[in-house]
């Protein structure tokens, strides 16, 4: 993850028209940004008045801190749109006129609430695919190029967390539990549950706090980096010339203020004209001023540069104002540094192949103390932390065991992998109420429910990363048990058909810790299209199966075809898959609840042997049934209990049957001149599997065993 540090903000006061029906302003800005506004477009800057109906934009490298009468917050994020729809905050009428309508139509945005819902108004957000409906919170949003809209609960600057409801046509959904997150696909498809954040999600989560500091920390990058040779050209010139600095010498220089009144000559400086004229444009060329040299003008004309030739900077003091010609070699001082931190030496901002920078290797603190020396080079504060006497501090913390963790922690980096005191322990730590809760001051959300969830998963992504090495089948079982798309945040559940990762193509040989960002983004991207369109390839169907059109019906709209269709599940998975209830007695699915308690039927399987010359399995079969229990030893062509891996068969064509069954190491593939009578039995490793098609006698066996 790119750590992005401060280096210079320009800060500028804008005086705004008298007359224009201010609903807010732009607290901070960067990078591209602009506003359409009554068929015109305009530049926006830091101080801009927000007007009703502004269809505001960012670029590429822009992003904007909205600030609202009302004090509500809005964050955009780079390649960002959204239109002012509505917006009235006046309480000195009765009643009081307050509410708020965005329409948000692609980008990456924060909102924090202000007054308009603590005092009874109506804040709705619009994408392409849902209704963001607020009650007094904070969440983060993304709406893609396609209109799929993802929300993400988060807790407002006090800690404290609302609720956000998100509603499509198809229903809604209700955040609650802070970093909670919901993807609409579709405005007709049905919203599934909320889903935790995982460390990586919350750690390149666009949330309020880091957005704002991102924008503070990129102001001074707000112009495009260009390569000028303008002000060394000058340099060269003055070189060969010498006449800058050999006029001003004669202009100023009264040889008869140098005589005693003896008549005699006093001492004088023995350096040249020329050797002063050299002396001061070495001074000059040591710092390449070029790329601010551009932008002067600009900078000038947009206010940040006043009459007076001085800029706005920043020290641990605060603002301060400072010669524009010290600041900009500051300013190129402190870039160079920066660049040469990040491992590009002598290279402008066009140089620098970002996708190449290895983040982990910068010594950041040896960049802070050269960006606090060159602070102090220039006259200013720097933000060095002064020693203090900590010896009682340190006796307190020798003489006591408590230990606090945070986020970055569990930073799951290549560091956080390495870790010594991880591996010697062998996994990272367990979190508690007293040393992760109440150390970070979190809220209500980091109760013991939570807690035991993650240190579950932190000890099983722990035992994914360091004790396999390839797609083995523990690691498989962690994968499955922590990645499923099914059931619910805390307790997901692998479905039915979902792809693997070792069998996707990209991905299948690579084991996940070789894995890149890009193989993370394809995964999930990939998952989440067999998700909503039942593949990840690009196939250009795009009809709706009869059971996607009604596994979303609500119990007041059911009708016919839903009964009818309900009547075609035959069997418990597919039944609780669609949100409907099975019914073990009757074999039945449907859309009431049903107690199966007092019709559930255990079977059981002990001393399984499988034999791989004939294809037989001898096991001992053990029925409970009402708290009795009987129990059977037979061999024959049977199925295992419990199988992991299950075969596909298909008789639809005419004429003949394809069977389709593979686990991870083996596969089997049959093709028969038959629909209609075969008996199968498949051995694969330690798994069985037998079925008919057809149940005449004159069945014919067939027999396929794949084992190493």
């Not at 500028?12 to 807010?24: D, E, H, R």
């Not at 206010?303 to 920043?314: F, L, M, P, R």
């Amino acid at each position: 993850m790119r750590k992005i540090f401060l280096l210079v903000s320009f800060l500028v006061l804008f005086c705004t028209s008298a007359f224009a029906v201010a609903i807010g302003s732009v607290a901070d800005k960067m990078g591209q940004t602009w506003n359409e506004r009554d068929g015109r477009t305009e530049e926006v800057i830091k101080g801009y008045i927000l007007e009703m109906n502004d269809f505001l934009q960012t670029g590429e490298d822009g992003g904007m801190i909205l600030h609202y009468k009302d004090e509500t917050k809005f964050t955009m994020g780079p390649n960002t749109e959204l239109i002012i729809d509505e917006f009235a905050f006046d309480t000195s009428v009765i009643p009081i006129e307050i509410a708020m309508n965005i329409s948000i139509n692609v980008g990456t945005f924060t909102y924090e609430s202000g007054s308009i819902k603590t005092l009874g108004g109506e804040v709705n957000m619009f994408t392409p695919t849902a209704t963001i409906t607020v009650q007094g919170t904070a969440f983060s949003g993304t709406v893609d190029t396609s209109g799929q809209t993802t929300i993400t609960l988060l807790p407002d600057s006090q800690g404290e967390v609302g609720q956000v409801t998100v509603t499509n046509e198809a229903g809604s959904q209700i955040l609650t539990n802070v970093y909670t997150s919901v993807t609409v696909v579709g405005s007709d498809i049905m919203i599934k549950t909320p889903s935790a954040l995982d460390h990586n999600q919350k750690k390149n989560l666009f949330d309020i706090d880091s957005v704002d500091d991102d924008i503070k920390d990129k102001h001074n990058q707000q112009f495009d980096r260009k390569e000028n040779n303008e002000q060394l050209q000058k340099i060269e010139e003055a070189i060969i010339s010498e006449e800058a600095t050999i006029t001003e010498t004669a202009d100023t220089y009264d040889a008869t203020s140098d005589l005693g009144t003896s008549g005699t000559e006093t001492i004088l400086d023995t350096k040249s004209n020329e050797d002063i004229a050299v002396d001061n444009i070495e001074v000059e060329s040591d710092i390449d001023t070029s790329y601010y040299d551009e932008w002067e003008e600009d900078l000038k004309d947009w206010g940040y540069i006043d009459e007076d030739n001085q800029i706005s900077v920043w020290d641990a003091e605060g603002e301060t104002k400072m010669d524009w010609d010290e600041a900009k070699k500051m300013y190129s001082e402190m870039d160079q540094a920066y660049l040469e931190a990040i491992g590009c030496k002598d290279c402008s901002w066009d140089d620098v192949n970002w996708d190449e920078v290895n983040w982990e290797e910068v010594d950041w603190d040896a960049y802070a103390a050269e960006y606090n020396s060159l602070l102090e080079d220039y006259g200013l504060t720097s933000y060095k932390v002064e020693e203090e006497d900590i010896t009682e501090k340190v006796e307190e913390e020798a003489t006591s065991t408590f230990v606090g963790y945070t986020w970055d922690d569990f930073d799951l980096s290549s560091s956080y992998y390495a870790n010594a005191d991880y591996i010697a322990a062998g996994g990272p730590p367990e979190m508690t109420i007293e040393n992760f809760c109440d150390y970070n001051g979190w809220g209500s959300w980091c109760d013991q429910k939570w807690l035991d969830w993650q240190n579950e998963w932190n000890k099983d992504d722990w035992s994914l990363f360091k004790d396999y090495d390839s797609w083995k089948k523990g690691a498989r079982k962690i994968w499955k048990k922590w990645y499923g798309w099914c059931g619910t945040w805390d307790s997901p559940e692998w479905c039915k058909g979902q792809p693997k990762p070792w069998k996707m193509e990209g991905l299948k040989d690579k084991y996940v810790t070789e894995w890149t960002n890009t193989d993370w983004q394809n995964y999930f991207e990939w998952t989440y299209s067999w998700v909503t369109t039942g593949t990840y390839d690009d196939t250009g169907d795009d009809s709706t199966s009869l059971e996607e059109e009604y596994s979303f019906e609500d119990d007041y709209d059911q009708d016919s075809e839903l009964t009818q269709w309900l009547a075609t599940i035959d069997n418990e998975w597919d039944c609780d898959y669609y949100g409907y209830y099975w019914d073990k007695a009757n074999s039945a699915c449907g859309t009431e609840w049903v107690d199966n308690s007092k019709s559930e039927t255990e079977v059981t399987a002990s001393g399984e042997i499988l034999n791989y010359t004939t294809g037989e399995i001898t096991q001992t079969l053990t029925t409970t049934s009402s708290g009795v229990s009987t129990s059977e030893t037979l061999t024959s062509r049977a199925s295992t209990l419990n199988n992991e891996f299950d075969a596909d068969v298909d008789t639809s064509v005419s004429g003949y049957s394809i069977i389709n069954r593979y686990n991870d190491s083996h596969r089997a593939y049959l093709k028969i001149d038959t629909n209609n009578e075969a008996d199968i039995q498949i051995l694969q490793d330690k798994e069985a599997q037998h079925f008919d098609i057809g149940s005449s006698s004159s069945q014919e066996n067939i027999t396929i065993i794949q084992t190493d």
